[in-house]
């Protein structure tokens, strides 16, 4: 069974940063595409940020841009989620996830694309 591994969540303060990690941690697991994604109170699972791993594109939610940096290791199979000048309201459950499907449409940003999920890990910024 493929398991992804979160870290870095956490309590800040407004306007501090934060890295978030996920590693795949079957070794012999290769996915066309991973992402962030968060779960706050009263509204649905949103994606923030993808990345494909054959080139390394990004798709990012409008809100994403700018404040928040999806980067990827392949040879760690890694993503990290780099997000800074932080916001009480980007308090959530921050869920990292891995698709092995393909979308030739270049539309690796959507939800129901992916089947691989972490665990999740809360990220509370405090005012």
């Known amino acids: 069974q493929v398991q992804l591994v979160e870290s870095g969540g956490g309590l800040v303060q407004a306007g501090e940063s934060l890295r978030l990690s996920c590693a795949a941690s079957?070794?012999?697991?290769?996915?066309?595409?991973m992402g962030w994604f968060r779960h706050a109170p009263g509204k649905e699972r949103e994606v923030i940020a993808c990345i494909r791993c054959s080139d390394r594109s990004t798709l990012y939610a409008d809100f994403g841009k700018g404040r928040f940096t999806i980067s990827g290791d392949n040879a760690k199979n890694t993503v990290y989620l780099q997000m800074n000048s932080l916001k009480p309201e980007d308090t959530a459950v921050y869920y990292c996830?891995?698709?092995?499907?393909?979308?030739?449409?270049?539309?690796?940003?959507?939800?129901?694309?992916?089947?691989?999920w972490g665990q999740g890990t809360q990220v509370t910024v405090s005012s």
């Open positions: 079957a070794r012999t697991f290769r996915s066309y595409a």
């Open positions: 996830a891995a698709t092995s499907y393909i979308d030739y449409n270049n539309n690796y940003d959507r939800l129901d694309l992916y089947n691989y």
